[in-house]
């Protein structure tokens, strides 16, 4: 992996302040509950601190019994009061926890469905979510923001309090001045090695968590595979499962090594850490009886002022690893705001699509080529065509020719690499995306049917109407399946949200997103392979439906059987990325020696030789 480029304290700062009011922004309750509940638990600790002074005092100097029970009850009434308090703003906070990371995680998949479609592919963009996301769960970005921001507040007003309660120390005289430098000393040498253990140990840390990211990744990835009950199959059938477990086990045996050599480094480093601290709590023990036994501090302060000291010492070495907790977040929040930062040039258009009443769209590709994101090659190369909203379209040519490309930038899951495509002769950027998106019905050959009900798939939406969804389902020829279907339209597809979810062949699949391009209903039907997955029955069906399913819409049909395109008014022919041929079936026919010709012999001699073999099978 790429070293980090070392971040200025500028960027430090802006980071963190952005990252401060994005946690404000996600949950402005929670952020307040954070910031109150950590000063409020760190004053508390002084409340009995502070009250046992005195009532140790009263009772050093044999004060009235009612001085006495009255400091016992200030300070365990006190303590008890303000500790309840305490724990009912904890649970708030616990309860808005859940809140903030469920509005996190609405955040990325929010994200990722605004993302261009041409971004969700591209493998750095891919990667730079995978990575995100797998920090996010790690600890980094908003845990460690929120964590980082709790205890910012916990330590500032601990080593406010501290100090305010301790330095009236040094104001007592009998103390000799040599003693209050050699406790300042040791105060110093136990806070600089505090900070160095502590800048060390984090460091530590932060390695190791580093590291659990990519085990993490790596884990989820086998996990993914094993549960994932469509992998079943093959697993099961090659044997895989002994190369999957056997991956997986050495992940998690990574990780646990790791950790424990993580705790062993840290250990050593702890250990001189709480020896300086113990030897500096004797130092002023020492001291502070000594001026006891001058009569010059009061029994009660002992206690103040040790306990003062060792919370100073805890908060100081506490605010460094926060600090440094907070510089190495940074860099982890930089990357997460990196990827929140991908704009989507798709909606920069405003245009809305004319809605006319005389049909005369048209359509045009304006000497278009396009590379796929990470690819050199063209897979489109200076198309150029125009046709009119209306006609029937078959796009033709062998797999890789760049069919589907043609239809992806038709429709703007990705927009031209050079040239345009005009409608109605305005530059489609133009347009108002959404609006754009609107007039197309698309099935592709890769097209997802959800989990979710029948109808539900074939609506693209919760609440539909379920007449309509019946009557494009029986055109698209599901309606002998459906009937079979006891719950009809409501039937959930597969097992993941209902028990009673159905499996669907890839034919029944395929006519399912037939019926949906139907129920949309759009200006433009396109049909990408629609027959690849159905049986030759329902193929004939959908090739001698095709026009009346497409009705006055413009209907592109894509598919390398030229059988099935004859129908069409004109045929686009690709080939290697370029319109090689346009025109009438019977036009492009006639021209021999073009690729049409070539390609519909090729497909005659099969259907021949394949007969021929039957005939020769029956003799
Ligand atoms: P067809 O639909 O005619 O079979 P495609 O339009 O799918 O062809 O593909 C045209 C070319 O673009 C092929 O070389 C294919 O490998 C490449 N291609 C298709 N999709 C992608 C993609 N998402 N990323 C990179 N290259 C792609």
Not at 351 to 368: A, H, I, M, P, S
Request: aromatic share 14%; proline share 1%; hydrophobic share 40%.
């Amino acid at each position: 992996m790429k070293k980090e480029e070392k971040m200025k304290w500028g960027e430090h700062s802006a980071i963190f302040r952005r990252a401060v009011k994005m946690l404000f922004r996600l949950d402005r309750a929670f952020a307040l509950c954070t910031i109150f509940n950590a000063f409020f638990g760190s004053v508390i600790q002084y409340v009995p601190i502070y009250f046992s002074a005195k009532l140790i005092d009263a009772i050093w100097t044999g004060a009235a019994k009612r001085e006495i029970f009255f400091y016992i009850a200030l300070t365990v009434g006190l303590t008890f009061l303000l500790n309840l308090l305490l724990t009912l703003c904890r649970v708030v906070e616990n309860i808005k926890i859940a809140n903030l990371y469920r509005e996190s995680e609405w955040m990325y998949s929010k994200k990722e469905m605004e993302m261009e479609y041409s971004c969700i592919e591209r493998r750095e963009i891919v990667l730079l979510l995978e990575r995100s996301r797998m920090e996010s769960q790690t600890g980094y970005n908003l845990y460690y923001l929120y964590t980082s921001v709790r205890m910012l507040v916990q330590y500032i007003t601990v080593i406010a309090a501290s100090i305010s309660l301790t330095a009236s120390f040094f104001g007592v005289k009998a103390v000799p001045g040599s003693m209050k430098l050699a406790l300042v000393a040791g105060l110093l040498a136990t806070v600089l090695y505090g900070i160095y253990s502590t800048a060390k140990e984090e460091a530590i840390n932060q390695e190791f968590w580093k590291q659990c990211v990519n085990l993490n990744i790596l884990a989820e990835k086998y996990g993914i595979c094993i549960s994932d009950y469509s992998m079943g199959m093959d697993i099961r059938l090659y044997g895989m499962d002994e190369k999957i477990a056997g991956e997986s086990l050495k992940t998690d045996m990574e990780f646990y090594g790791d950790y424990i050599k993580k705790d062993r480094k840290r250990l050593f480093l702890s250990i001189p850490s709480v020896v300086l601290s113990h030897l500096l709590r004797f130092g002023v023990y020492m001291i502070l009886i000594m001026a006891v036994m001058k009569g010059t501090v009061s029994v009660g302060s002992i206690a103040k002022y040790v306990a003062c000291i060792m919370l100073l010492l805890d908060a100081v070495s506490g605010l460094v690893s926060t600090f440094q907790r907070v510089f190495a977040n940074n860099y982890y929040l930089k990357r997460f705001f990196s990827y929140f930062d991908i704009k989507n040039s798709m909606y920069q258009g405003s245009l809305t699509v004319e809605k006319r009443l005389d049909n005369e769209y048209y359509v045009e590709f304006k000497d278009v080529s396009f590379r796929y994101p990470d690819t050199q090659e063209y897979a489109l190369n200076h198309v150029n065509v125009k046709f009119k909203v209306g006609e029937k379209l078959a796009v033709v040519g062998m797999n890789g020719s760049g069919k589907t490309t043609f239809i992806k930038l038709l429709c703007r899951l990705y927009d031209p690499t050079e040239g345009e495509i005009l409608l109605n002769g305005v530059d489609i950027r133009k347009y108002d995306y959404d609006e754009y998106m609107s007039i197309f019905s698309v099935v592709f050959q890769d097209f997802t049917l959800f989990s979710f009900t029948v109808g539900q798939n074939v609506a693209a939406a919760k609440e539909y109407d379920r007449e309509r969804a019946r009557k494009v389902l029986e055109r698209a020829g599901f309606g002998e399946r459906l009937a079979t279907m006891s719950a009809g339209t409501d039937t959930y597809l597969y097992k993941d949200y209902s028990e009673q979810g159905v499996e669907i062949s890839g034919g029944e699949a395929q006519k399912i997103a037939l019926a949906r391009a139907l129920y949309k209903d759009a200006p433009f039907i396109v049909l990408d392979e629609p027959t690849a997955a159905l049986d030759p029955v329902s193929e004939y069906e959908v090739y001698s439906k095709f026009n009346e399913l497409s009705g006055e819409r413009t209907a592109i049909y894509i598919s390398h059987r030229l059988a099935s395109c004859r129908f069409c008014d004109n045929i686009v022919v690709f080939d290697a990325g370029r319109i090689v041929q346009y025109g009438t079936h019977k036009a492009l026919l006639e021209e021999e020696g073009g690729k049409y010709h070539e390609l519909w012999n090729a497909q005659a001699q099969y259907y021949v030789s394949g007969k021929e073999e039957r005939a020769q099978s029956a003799q």
